[in-house]
Every structure is written in structure tokens, then in C-alpha cells.
């Protein structure tokens, strides 16, 4: 049987297989999604984002307590940072998830972000499509740590949690013109540390210079290690869902991110090319050897490098 | 790739190709056993040979180390024990990946083995076992030259 059917009749190995050939970028993981896409469409896509050590990945521990409670199947993908000099990593995100791990409606892959940026790793839409086909009703995307320009999550998920913790006011006030423009639900974690108040109240300010928009996000405190606000939490995150299936614009986000998927390829398709000339035996490459003080003009073999790599 | 120390002037980092094959590894601690400084040494020697370390940490059982084997698709288990329970525990998680249908996903371990249980262990499928003061060379060049694809 093949891996793509072994997937849809609930074979967990099947799916652990083709998430690595997706991993590691094999032809043969396009096929997979290409059979499986009539499968996709139907998952709740969430994706949890924030600063290092916010508290992500204790969270989606929290929301998969109570998302099990309720009785649906769940897909996490947590990503991590690879080392950008050796390539390897220490993916820690599932040891705070040890408690789901026997639970069958609990799905849990750790992903190297194997030098993609942007806060995800390079396979993480084929592993959702993947998740997806496999029928998870659910399925939460942790990014790695990140800063003020990790914004990729928006263009893969519905609903964008981002996690701040108490003190980061400085940060909220110089952030908010890139990530927190992502942001359908604020999570203050680490409430139980004090000073979640002013930080809510920083953000409620940061929100209101601007126009009041259709869907204004809600700012929720969770203190995941004692297990606080997780309900309401995913309370927040389905009507964000109903919102958006109920004329708020799921259509229109299912469109751009098609088109971003479209983009990714293009550009990691383009990227490979390039790269293999500019190491291969090709003009580009010896006129670059043959002129190693870098000195000739990047304008023009560019250029060059997408003539042919059409 | 395959050394385990970086070197000491940081080379500059290199872009990644796009097609990549990179050797996958659970490691854990199993039982109730707090001895966790060998498996931590052990898992970052790992990713400084660039290997993808997946840490499930302490208390783990033999049905949650395989799996969290299986979903994420590791090309080997690396058992870390230093309580004694290697016995009960190490053939359990063998029996458990047999019967999922898993028992390619190779298993090592490290920690206080006494010989004569290792070779036990190793006839019953263990690859290799590490008692204290193995070099971390010597578990990096295990790993790249038995598990990779
Ligand atoms: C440090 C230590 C502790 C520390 C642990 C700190 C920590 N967070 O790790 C503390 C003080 C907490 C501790 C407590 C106890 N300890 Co203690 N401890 C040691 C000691 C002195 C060193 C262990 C160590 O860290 N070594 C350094 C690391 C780097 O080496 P390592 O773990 O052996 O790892 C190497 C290899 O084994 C291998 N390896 C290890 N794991 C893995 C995993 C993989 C995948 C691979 C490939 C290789 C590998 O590679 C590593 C590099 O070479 C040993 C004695 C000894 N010399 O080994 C006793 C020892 C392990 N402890 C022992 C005991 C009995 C205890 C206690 C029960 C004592 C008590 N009565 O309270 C408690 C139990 C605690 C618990 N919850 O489990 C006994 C175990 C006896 C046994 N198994 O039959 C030992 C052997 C001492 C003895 N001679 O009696 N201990
Ligand atoms: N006090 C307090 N600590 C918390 C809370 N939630 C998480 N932590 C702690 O914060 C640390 C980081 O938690 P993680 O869940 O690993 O954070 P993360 O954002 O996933 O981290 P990265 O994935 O490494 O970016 C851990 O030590 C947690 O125990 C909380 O609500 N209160
Ligand atoms: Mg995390």
C-alpha cells in the first residue's frame, strides 16, 4: 500500500514517514500532498507564536488538555532552531507535552527549522497538509522563539496566538509594528509572576491609536505551568474560528495563503537553481573563480542565474 | 559535520541546501532516574555533530519512548539509565518497537551497565551501550556511521 493510503486509512508510521520526506525536502513528499490534497481543508489551523521561553509550548500543552476534553483530534508541529553552523538541533518543545504523549488523539512532531526563516521550518505547510489529511480536527503550529520579524505564521495559520509575558511593555510599545499586527488573540503568559495587568493595559493602548478593526483581538492572561485560562483561551480561539468562517474571511486567508505557498515554492525552487549553478560547472560559477575578491556585480549575475534558471 | 567539538574560530554559516537527509534521534531518560547529566552531554555533542536530538528527558516509559519514536520518525533511541532498571526497562522498549512494526529504529544506551548485562542486552538487539567515560567522539562516530540513511 502506499504511504499516501497507509496515511488516510490512520497508519501513524505512514504519516511520521511522509512528514520526514517533506523534512527533507524528497520529490516524492510532493507527490504525497499532491494525492492527499482532496483530504485537506478541513482542519482549524492555530498557530502559537512569541518570544523565546514565553511559554509556547506549555501552552499548547494547556490547550490540548482542554481541546481533548472536548473531544477532538489534535496535530501539533513545534518548530525549533537549528544550529546554523553544524546544521544539528535539541528540539525541546515536545518534553513540556509529555502528558498527551500516549494519547491517540494527540499528534506530536518536532521540526528542525534546518535554516528556513521566518519562524518556521521549510516543510511546515506540507506537514499541515499532511496532519490535515489525516483527519486532526485541530492543528497548532509552535514557531520557533522569535523577535519582531518571524511573521510567516500569519500567512500559514487561521487564527495567530501571539504569547507576551508580563514586563515586556518596552517590547510591546516597539514591536507593534510588526508582529503584533499578526496577532487575533494576545496570551499574557506567566500571569502568575504579577504585572499582567499594566502589560494588557499597554497593549489595549497600542490597540487603540489605530481604527477599531472587525475582529479585535482579545487579550487573555494564562499561567500555563498551574494550568490557568487555557478554556477561555480556546474560547477565544473558536470564536475567532466562527468569526472568520461566519463572512470574517476565511475565504480571503485560504487565498493569500495559497498564494504564499505559491510564493515559498517559487522562491525555493529558484533558490536551489541558483544555488546549484552558482556551485556547479556553469559560466557563472567560473567567472566567479576566477574573480575570488568578489568583485564582480551581483546585479548582473543574478540576472544571469534567473535567464537560465527558466 | 562529523566532528563533535566546534571548532574554535566560528566558521561563517553556511546556507543550507535544499534537499536534506538528516539523522534523526530520541534521546531519554527511562524509569525514575535523575541522573540526567550524561543524556544532556550526550544529546548536545549530538546536535554540535549536527544531528536533529529530539530530549524527551526524565520518567519516560517504555511506551512513551516508542511513541514518541514512531511520530517522529527517529532513526534511533538513545537510552539513558544509571538506576539499574536497564533490565526490566531496555527489553520492553525492544519487545514494544517489534510489535509496532518499528524494530528497524536502532537502540543504544548509555549510563552504569555492568558488562556482563550489556552483552545480555546487546544479544537481545541493543546496537551499542556506553558506560561512563566513553568519549563523545566515540558515541558521534556510533551515531553517523549506524544511522545514517
Ligand atoms: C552526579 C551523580 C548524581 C547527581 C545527579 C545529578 C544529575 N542531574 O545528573 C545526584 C547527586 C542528584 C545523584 C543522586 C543519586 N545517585 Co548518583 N551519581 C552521580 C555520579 C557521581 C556521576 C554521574 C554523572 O553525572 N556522570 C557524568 C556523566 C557525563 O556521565 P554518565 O552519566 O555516566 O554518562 C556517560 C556515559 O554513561 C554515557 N551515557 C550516559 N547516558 C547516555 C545516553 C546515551 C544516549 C548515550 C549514547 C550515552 C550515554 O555517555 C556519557 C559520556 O561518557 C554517579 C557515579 C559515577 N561515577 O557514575 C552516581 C551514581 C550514578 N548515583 C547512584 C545513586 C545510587 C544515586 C542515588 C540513588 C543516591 C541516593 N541514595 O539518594 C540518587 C538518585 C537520584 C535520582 N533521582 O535518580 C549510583 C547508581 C548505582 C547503580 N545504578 O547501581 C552511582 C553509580 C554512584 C554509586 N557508585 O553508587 N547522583
Ligand atoms: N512562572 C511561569 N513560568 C512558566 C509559565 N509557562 C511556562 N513557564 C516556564 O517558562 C519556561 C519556558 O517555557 P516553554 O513552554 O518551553 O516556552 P517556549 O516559548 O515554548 O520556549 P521556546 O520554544 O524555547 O521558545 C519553562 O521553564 C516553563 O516552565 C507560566 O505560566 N508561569
Ligand atoms: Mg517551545
Known amino acids: 500500500m502506499s504511504l499516501a493510503a497507509s496515511l488516510l486509512q490512520g497508519d501513524v508510521r505512514a504519516l511520521a514517514k511522509a512528514i520526514s520526506l517533506a523534512e527533507d525536502r524528497d520529490p516524492e513528499a510532493t507527490q504525497i500532498v499532491t494525492e492527499l490534497q482532496p483530504q485537506t481543508g478541513r ?5 502559537i507564536t512569541g518570544a523565546p521561553g514565553s511559554g509556547k509550548s506549555s501552552l499548547v500543552d494547556l490547550l490540548l488538555q482542554v481541546i481533548r476534553q472536548r473531544g477532538k483530534t489534535v496535530g501539533v508541529v513545534a518548530v525549533d ?21 500516549l494519547d491517540k488523539g494527540v499528534f506530536i512532531r518536532s521540526m528542525g527549522a534546518r535554516g528556513h526563516l521566518g519562524g518556521l521550518a521549510a516543510a511546515t505547510r506540507e506537514v499541515i497538509h499532511l496532519l490535515d489529511a489525516y483527519g486532526r480536527d485541530v492543528i497548532i503550529v509552535e514557531t520557533v522563539g522569535v523577535g519582531q520579524s518571524e511573521l510567516e505564521i500569519g500567512t500559514v495559520c487561521d487564527t495567530t496566538v501571539l504569547v507576551l509575558v508580563p514586563e ?28 499582567a495587568e499594566k502589560t494588557r493595559r499597554l497593549i489595549q493602548d497600542a490597540m487603540a491609536l489605530g481604527p477599531a478593526p472587525a475582529w479585535a483581538p482579545p487579550i487573555l492572561l494564562t499561567a500555563a505551568i498551574k494550568d490557568q485560562g487555557g478554556v477561555e483561551l480556546w474560547q477565544a480561539i473558536e470564536r475567532h474560528w466562527e468569526y472568520l468562517s461566519q463572512g470574517g474571511g476565511l ?3 485560504r487565498l493569500q495563503r495559497l498564494k504564499q505557498e505559491v510564493l515559498a515554492l517559487v522562491a525555493e525552487q529558484a533558490r536551489d537553481d541558483a544555488r546549484q549553478q552558482l556551485e556547479g ?19 548582473a549575475l543574478a540576472a544571469e542565474l534567473m535567464g537560465r534558471a527558466r | 559535520m562529523s566532528t563533535a567539538s566546534r571548532p574554535s574560530s566560528k566558521p561563517a554559516p553556511r546556507t543550507e541546501p535544499a534537499s536534506q537527509k538528516k539523522i534523526r ?5 527511562l524509569g525514575l532516574d535523575g541522573h540526567d547529566r550524561g543524556v544532556k552531554v550526550v544529546s548536545r555533542a549530538l546536535r554540535d555533530a549536527g544531528v536533529e536530538v529530539i530530549y524527551a528527558g526524565l520518567r519516560q516509559t517504555p511506551e512513551m519512548a516508542v511513541e514518541a519514536a514512531i511520530q517522529e520518525d527517529v532513526d534511533g533511541i538513545g537510552v539513558s539509565i544509571l538506576s539499574g532498571a536497564h533490565m526490566t526497562l531496555i527489553p520492553r522498549v525492544l519487545e ?6 518499528a524494530g528497524d529504529i536502532v537502540v543504544f544506551a548509555g549510563g552504569i551497565i555492568p558488562d556482563d548485562e550489556a552483552a545480555e542486552l546487546k544479544t537481545l538487539g541493543v546496537a551499542e551501550i556506553f558506560g561512563p567515560g566513553t568519549s563523545l567522539a566515540t558515541i558521534v562516530d556510533f551515531v553517523n556511521s549506524r544511522l545514517r540513511k
Open chain 2, 96 to 101: 514494544l518497537l517489534k510489535e509496532r512494526g
Open chain 1, 281 to 299: 560547472d556553469t559560466p557563472v560559477a567560473r567567472r566567479l573563480r576566477q574573480n575570488p575578491n568578489g568583485t564582480l556585480n551581483p546585479y
Open chain 1, 81 to 101: 532552531p537549528s544550529s546554523p553552523f553544524t546544521g544539528g538541533a535539541v528540539l525541546g518543545d515536545r518534553i513540556r507535552m509529555q502528558r498527551h504523549t
Open chain 1, 43 to 47: 482542519a482549524h489551523l492555530v498557530g
Open chain 1, 251 to 253: 475565504q480571503d486567508r
Open chain 2, 25 to 29: 534521534v530520541l534521546t531519554l531518560k
Open chain 1, 168 to 195: 515586556s511593555g518596552d517590547a510591546v510599545q516597539s514591536i507593534k509594528a510588526g508582529i503584533m499586527e499578526i496577532a487575533d488573540i494576545f496570551v499574557i503568559n506567566k500571569a502568575d509572576l504579577g504585572g
